[in-house]
């Protein structure tokens, strides 16, 4: 894994209701996956996969795309933490990325966000 081995997230943040508008497609190899995504900053996203599908040692090449517009993010980042979860009930696989390149959120985007902040 990429990163520091004993670096744990730094808490479970996860909020793929409200980034419901959003997919994410991963491109590996000659595979297209889908995830969901789970948060997102300029510096790292947090995706959400029904299995463990990623080679943390691998790079990670993507695009955040809004259903509605298709608008696209693509970014390029390194996995930091990975591991199980269990999300609404159901058993999922969480991967933590940073980016190789600050991304530049959409307006919605950093809306979102700030409506997740704590008080």
């Not at 943040?13 to 997102?40: C, M, V, W």
């Not at 991967?95 to 700030?114: D, H, M, W």
Request: hydrophobic share 35%; aromatic share 8%.
């Amino acid at each position: 894994m990429s990163g520091n081995p004993d670096q744990e997230p730094r808490s479970h943040r996860y909020h793929p209701g409200s980034y419901a508008d959003y997919i994410i497609q991963i491109e590996f190899g000659l595979i297209t996956l889908h995830a969901k995504l789970g948060n997102i900053s300029e510096t790292g996203i947090c995706l959400i996969l029904t299995g463990e599908d990623l080679d943390p040692m691998e790079p990670v090449y993507g695009a955040v795309i809004e259903k509605k517009s298709s608008k696209r993010l693509e970014f390029e980042g390194d996995i930091v933490w990975a591991g199980p979860e269990t999300i609404d009930n159901k058993d999922r696989y969480v991967y933590g990325l940073q980016f190789r390149a600050p991304l530049v959120l959409t307006e919605t985007l950093v809306l979102i966000n700030l409506s997740l902040q704590d008080p």
